[in-house]
């Protein structure tokens, strides 16, 4: 073996592979579906290179990937039924069509036994509960029958903490690991609670991203009755989850405070329940958790280092510049105040009986005209006339007789803009009353047009701000924590979704050609083998990059096969990041044991074979798998 620098360890390229799956909706789990697809084309001895992981971590959508793919590892199921299943799932909007069905299904809600609240994340967590998991719950994971080494970590985000909260395990039941964090864990005692949590709960919890979708409460949420024998009450999990005050106090959720502690209990950190949200705002690679799992591990002869982390990423360092939106100026409905329109409904409101009267008297006249006219095209005009003016009478009927139209007048005519800012809003918090008082003087006097370009800029602003700058301001600090450490030396490939993208092209070759900092000797064949001929591949792949954060795929994206070109990208971009690994360790001359040379040998042969293939045929492994389909059937 070679000698290592102190701070460095022995591996055997392969042998024990940690992947992390990226957050990014149905593109992050589309392209892990590709990457893990040519994880498992990929073999040694006729045993898939995928056999070798021996942990995964996801975030956000790459979890959607991670989850139904280790449970059905666990279930004895094999990979071709699971990516079959995945791959139909993920084409189109099916899944958001259930979600809107079973919203607005009141037979769906409010069931004894549990408590969800009804709304968008737990809609779509009810759909992933039927439609991909039928109903499995964490304690696959602890079934060894099928796999018996392999960890898993789903993270999502804390806001009790603000920190990744795991929901990790490989399936032990002692208590080495943590399940959550320092401040906010599962007591293993209680390890029976955390097995019957629901998978479909847990992709919720890591994938509900920031403005489209709540979070996702504990424990309300996570409960559930779908049968005596098969249900999870809050009190179970209330009893099961711990966390440490700000006093250094650990309680578990079902902590009462005495009588007379409560007045002070929130200042104190004592809490009932903890919201959780996408996993991608504290971690959107789930990397850091691979990391700290690989620092234990090297002070523990079992189990052992990773030889291999693969981060599997579609995000980016790319951003477009900001743009701010314009003040629009057409149509003379902009260009009076917001003021001038609250006033115009309260006077409407208070005269609705004269336009009541006038509007019967004059649904009169026309019906009168109507039946006079002799000319039948002449009869129209004065039919459709009368027409409107009874639909108006009848609706200012409903507003003054019906219930709720008497709310509704009621709210219109109250409605206080000062007193909307200051308690619906909540602003008491940051502002004083002279503050708001101000604010409302201004946006009574401000100008629809202006008042509408200053909402696009601040929801435009605020999703830039969490959906961009946030992710990527995270993504940096830990891939410099993950590059800048010698320890993870020649023991990670980066998979990202551009890497051969015709936008990346240049930076590409720069870095082959040793010109970045990661120079490893590329030799001119190195260089043709890897930069040229990517004509074919660089126009697919430039369009999954380009491709949105979504949890559905609409009619135009299904039409343009965006879910296969996604997949084939993950697929070929696996493949070259493999081959430029292997060869990079050969040209700086990295020994291993003879046994692990003749492998990787082996391997650069086969990966080579593919990536020509690829080039050629970029479709080739998703056309190979396509073969024979048939349409899932469903749980």
């Known amino acids: 073996m070679e000698n290592k620098t102190p701070g460095q360890i022995s591996f055997n390229p392969f042998q024990n592979i940690g992947v992390a799956l990226s957050g990014g909706g149905f593109r992050a789990a589309s392209f892990s579906l590709g990457a893990l697809s040519y994880l498992n084309h990929l073999t040694i001895e006729d045993k898939p290179i995928a056999d070798r992981i021996s942990f995964i971590s996801s975030a956000s959508g ?29 084409e189109g909007d099916r899944l958001l069509e259930m979600v809107l069905k079973i919203l607005n299904d009141d037979n769906k809600w409010n069931k004894p036994g549990a408590e969800k609240q009804r709304n968008l994340i737990n809609a779509f967590a009810k759909v992933y509960d039927k439609m991909l998991f039928d109903q499995q719950t964490m304690g696959v994971f602890f079934q060894k029958t099928h796999r018996k080494k392999m960890e898993v970590c789903f993270n999502t985000t804390e806001f009790y903490r603000g920190l990744s909260f795991r929901f990790q395990t490989d399936g032990r039941k002692d208590g080495r690991q943590i399940i959550g964090h320092n401040y906010l864990w599962f007591d293993f005692k209680q390890l029976e609670t955390f097995k019957k949590i629901k998978l479909a709960d847990v992709l919720a919890a890591s994938s509900c991203f920031p403005m489209g979708q709540e979070p996702i409460i504990y424990p309300e949420d996570f409960s559930y009755s779908d049968s005596p024998e098969q249900s999870l ?3 179970e999990l209330r009893a099961a989850l711990y966390y440490e005050n700000y006093n250094e106090e650990q309680h578990p959720l079902s902590y009462e405070p005495s009588p007379a502690a409560k007045e002070d209990s929130k200042e104190k950190g004592h809490i009932q329940s903890v919201a959780f949200m996408d996993g991608g705002i504290t971690d959107n690679q789930g990397l850091y958790t691979l990391m700290l799992a690989d620092n234990k591990r090297r002070k523990r002869t ?12 579609v995000a980016s360092h790319f951003m477009h510049s900001y743009e701010t939106p314009s003040i629009q100026n057409g149509g003379d409905w902009r260009n009076s105040s917001l003021g001038h329109y609250l006033m115009t409904i309260k006077m409407t409101l208070s005269e609705l009986d004269l336009y009541l009267v006038l509007s019967l008297w004059g649904s009169v006249v026309l019906i009168i005209a109507a039946c006079l006219i002799p000319n039948q095209w002449a009869r129209i005009p004065a039919t459709i006339g009368s027409t409107i003016l009874l639909t108006l009478c009848s609706l200012f009927l409903w507003t003054k007789r019906s219930k709720a139209g008497k709310s509704l007048l009621t709210g219109l005519h109250d409605f206080d803009l000062k007193q909307y800012l200051y308690a619906n809003l909540n602003l008491r918090g940051n502002f004083s009353v002279s503050i708001i008082e101000k604010l409302v003087k201004y946006l009574k006097l401000t100008r629809l047009s202006v008042f509408e370009q200053m909402i696009k800029s601040r929801i435009s602003s605020v999703m830039t701000m969490v959906s961009d ?7 940096r600090l830990i891939f410099k924590m993950f590059y800048d450490d010698t320890r993870w030396d020649d023991r990670r490939v980066p998979n990202f979704i551009y890497e051969l993208s015709s936008h990346n092209q240049i930076a590409r070759k720069s870095r082959i050609n040793d010109k970045g900092r990661l120079k490893w000797g590329a030799t001119e064949e190195d260089k043709q083998l890897l930069v040229e001929g990517l004509e074919q591949i660089s126009g697919i792949a430039e369009e999954a990059r380009l491709t949105g954060t979504t949890l559905w795929f609409d009619e135009t994206q299904v039409r343009n096969e965006i879910l296969k070109k996604i997949v084939a990208t993950g697929q070929f ?3 070259a990041n493999l081959l430029e690994y292997i060869i990079s360790l050969e040209r700086k001359k990295v020994k291993f044991d003879q046994s692990w040379t003749e492998e990787a040998d082996t391997l650069k042969s086969k990966l080579k074979a593919d990536f020509l293939r690829f080039k050629a045929s970029p479709y080739f492994l998703f056309d190979e798998l396509a073969e024979n389909n048939i349409t899932p059937t469903q749980p």
């Open 302 to 313: 079992s189990p052992n280092p990773f030889d291999l982390i693969i981060v599997t990423d």
């Open 233 to 235: 009450t809050t009190t």
């Open 573 to 575: 971009t696996t493949c």
């Open 62 to 90: 790459g979890t959607i990937t991670a989850l139904l793919y280790t449970a059905g590892l666990h279930q004895g199921k094999d990979f071709l039924s699971f990516y079959r299943n995945l791959l139909f799932n993920l």
């Open 469 to 475: 700058v946030n992710l990527k301001q995270v993504r």
